[in-house]
């Protein structure tokens, strides 16, 4: 158990050392620098293209993460056809949208968890990240847990954060919508978005908020109700300081009054704060019938929580 326990201490302290360096011009130093860190990986896929320059490029990529025909399309096809040299800059050898360049290892390692892909050409001391992800992910569905009776939307969010946020911005098409992107996570990084309308929300509470959610040391974020927990005030007390949503438009409504949206990659539901008692009492439908019977309606939401906490069942 010692020596096996020494082996690990001595592998992590390489992988350590190899994340916080940089890629090599070579690509064959760099293809083997990438298998070691995903070695016992079966889905880390290797594509090696030659150039018609003669020089040696390495495609890389986790498979299901990505989506195959950009892939076959925007990068294969052009550097096997293409007519790429080496006086072109290296952003010219693929015709993908979005390209950045990158140095680190754990820049890379990164990229590709989360289903980029990085190219290596020889004689670049710098690598290409590829914006190729494509994961599994279910249509777009009313949620059952918030249904609505009179003319609201249909529409609820889903397990990818790009998405939701799209829903939100048809709602609310207007430059002062602000999104402010964390990535928070020791083991498994996951992006956390911050949605709040500019001239509206209060910057305090938006400072506090991030601050919590910066100030984390978690391996991961699996849920909004696991986030929920880690930022709320207190978590003895029956009133909550956030809800959760699966609404587009409930969460849009939430953001014109001020209140904050946060989006984590990954999981349906949205959560919104800070929250009043008196938030908790509305519904999607308050809004698509007249005032009178929306206020009406309301005070009977307050009458039946009254009667129900203080009267004998």
């Known amino acids: ?28 130093i760099n293809l083997q620098h990438v298998s070691m860190l995903f070695s016992g990986i079966p889905e880390f896929t290797i594509r090696e ?16 993460l990505v989506d195959k025909n ?19 800059s290296l952003e010219s050898a693929v015709t993908i949208g979005q390209i950045k360049k990158v140095q680190k290892w754990s820049e890379i390692e990164q990229a590709l968890l989360i289903g980029k892909s990085i190219l290596f050409i020889d004689g670049h001391d710098s690598a290409l990240e590829l914006e190729t992800q494509n994961w599994p992910e279910r249509a777009i569905q009313e ?24 829903m939100i911005r048809r709602y ?36 506090e908020v991030e601050s919590r959610i910066t100030s984390l040391h978690v391996d991961t974020i699996l849920t909004t ?44 539901g949205v959560l919104i704060g800070p929250m009043t008692f008196s938030a908790f009492f509305q519904t999607v439908d308050d809004y698509n019938i007249g005032w009178l019977a929306a206020s009406f309606i309301r005070l009977l939401h307050f009458a039946g929580f009254f009667i129900a906490i203080f009267t004998p069942a």
């Open 1 to 28: 158990y010692f020596l096996r326990g020494k082996q690990a201490f001595r592998r992590q302290k390489k992988d350590h050392d190899l994340l916080h360096s940089m890629i090599a011009s070579s690509a064959s």
């Open 49 to 64: 293209i030659p150039l018609k320059t003669g020089q040696k490029s390495i495609l890389v990529y986790m498979d299901g």
């Open 70 to 88: 950009v892939i076959n399309t925007d990068i294969l096809r052009p550097l096997l056809y293409g007519e790429y040299n080496e006086k072109d």
């Open 143 to 166: 949620p059952q847990a918030e249904l609505s009776v009179k003319n609201g939307s249909h529409q609820g969010f889903i397990e990818t954060a790009a998405q939701n946020i799209a």
């Open 172 to 207: 609310i098409p207007s430059r002062e919508l602000k999104v402010k992107e964390l990535m928070i996570g020791e083991r498994g990084r996951v992006k956390i978005s911050l949605l709040y309308l500019e001239d509206v929300a209060n910057p305090q509470t938006l400072q």
């Open 225 to 268: 109700g696991e986030l929920k927990e880690l930022i709320e005030d207190n978590l003895y007390t029956p009133f909550p300081q956030l809800t959760v949503t699966e609404r587009p438009d409930t969460a849009s409504s939430h953001l014109l009054e001020g209140r904050i949206a946060i989006v984590v990659d990954r999981t349906p």
